[in-house]
């Protein structure tokens, strides 16, 4: 004897206006961060000349790769890509150390001079890099560090939000887990790197992936310290790609796509870490 067993579907409920508003508004606010890199995308399948008509027009006449191919001819992607991934990873390494350091030292340790330290590294938040262009270059320039590695990459690790950020956090681990641990006979560095750095690995990785995307997109340091062809990271490598007629649109928008490829890819393997290491800054409320 067989029985028939009926699963009751309930009746989808039909949407509300609200519902209907905010479905709304996030198509809009995605179509407007999506409208600039499908335009890239389509222009970079373009021919040149298509590519500077006016007025433009979204869609391909004649679909073609060849801007694609002159980029990787013409310009040295390989290189500049190699050049990125160099100075990014090694700025990355060197904010993270430090920053753990720096933001553990304050939040943790009492010593003299700590509120005017603490206000110098404030401080650092309300002035632009910009701004400290000519005097670093100037000091970078007196080091002989010009064209070299070291001149793009130290002048990058001076990470005075990424400190706070961190400074913010460890201020809310609780002192007993220290305490129990000095009293087990632990002293400050493997309380340190034992207890304090595994319980801030959100935010560890936020931080990280933050400088990383920040250095990866930095044009005008690296512009303003190498003249060397070989030394060009991605966004001064694109910048050059031009010819005697002008800017080559098809080629730059490729090449804005290359160089944008690696920060996707970050977003999308680590985009649990970015959320969670947000929430636990508790950059969220602010």
Known sequence: MTTAVQVRKSPRRPWTPSQIVLTLIGVAVSAVFVAP?????LTSFKSEAEAAAIPPHWLPQDWTAQAWK??????????????????????????LAVSALAGYGFARTEFRGKTVLMGIVMGGLMISPAVLGVPLFTTVQQMGMVDTYWGMILPQCAPAAMVYILYKFFQGIPRELEEAAFIDGAGRWRVFFTIVVPLARPSLAAVGIFTFIASWNNFLWPYMVTNNPDLMTMPNGIATVMNSYGIQWAQLMAGGLMAGLPLIVVFVFFQRQI????AHTGLAGQ
């Open 275 to 278: 959320v969670a290491g947000v």
């Open 37 to 41: 890199i499908a335009a890239a995308l």
């Open 70 to 95: 002159g980029l990787w001819e013409t310009g040295n992607i390989t290189n500049w890509f190699v050049n990125s991934l160099v100075v990014s990873v090694c700025v990355t390494s060197v904010v």
